[in-house]
């Protein structure tokens, strides 16, 4: 299976910051790579796929970046909405293994 | 879209188990349906994926053999069995739809409908 680590698994951070998470494939898988947010109690909600390409109706506050094996996910303007927890997932190989998440809290 | 799951269930262990994840639009067939598994604590657990259309089914290692998925068109619903649960199997589970883009580079798939979860709280 490939495996997806991210980092950090959780950080503290203010409206209106700019925040960066990364995620690492353990092999190649070019820009088969998806984002997602996840709130407790709710569904997660797709973000990115492709690595970059920004879904219907997600704030541009978000993108995506990277290929191969490192990529990361910006929050530009972080709002209160925002507060969640960040999956990264390979769409490369099955099984289609996720990351373990990057908690996003409010300092 | 819309993806409605039944609700939460109290098993014991050794005990079976049928939850389901109704589409709310015809072109069911169109898209294979995912279940994706959240331990208590835990991240995201990818489980496996199946294709309406024809029930070709593709499971994690981590699950396979342990769970069944299954459709009925006739309903536009998608099943996930246990025929004899344990406590470890306690976990929300979601259903979700896969659909494929047309990206930069190439065409990608993900998870676009998502369905509320299900909790399951298996105990003895």
């Known amino acids: 299976d490939i495996q997806m680590t991210q980092s950090p698994s959780s950080l503290s951070a203010s409206v209106g910051d700019r925040v960066t998470l990364t995620c690492r494939a353990s092999?190649?898988?070019?820009?088969?790579l998806n984002w997602y947010q996840h709130k407790q109690g709710k569904a997660p909600n797709l973000l990115i796929y492709?690595?970059?390409s920004l879904q219907s109706g997600v704030s541009s506050r978000f993108s995506g970046g990277g290929s191969g094996t490192d990529f990361t996910l910006t929050i530009s303007n972080l709002q209160s909405e925002d507060f969640a927890t960040y999956y990264c997932q390979q769409s490369y190989r099955l099984p289609r293994t996720f990351g373990r998440g990057t908690k996003v809290e409010i300092k | 879209v819309q993806l409605v799951q039944s609700g939460p269930e109290e098993k014991k262990p050794g005990e079976s188990l049928r939850i389901s994840c109704e589409s709310s639009?015809?072109?069911?067939?169109?898209?294979?349906i995912g279940w994706v598994r959240q331990m208590p604590g835990k991240g995201l657990e990818w489980m496996g994926i199946i294709n309406p259309a024809d029930s070709e089914t593709r499971y994690s290692p981590s699950i396979s053999g342990h769970v069944t998925f299954s459709v009925d068109r006739s309903t536009s619903t998608a099943y996930l069995h246990w025929s004899s649960l344990r406590a470890s199997d306690t976990a929300i589970y979601y259903c979700a739809r896969r659909s494929r883009f047309s990206g930069n580079l190439a065409f990608y798939t993900a998870f676009d409908v998502w369905g509320q979860g299900t909790m399951i709280t298996v105990s003895s």
């Open positions: 092999q190649n898988i070019g820009t088969y």
């Open positions: 639009r015809d072109n069911f067939p169109n898209h294979w």
């Open positions: 492709g690595a970059s």
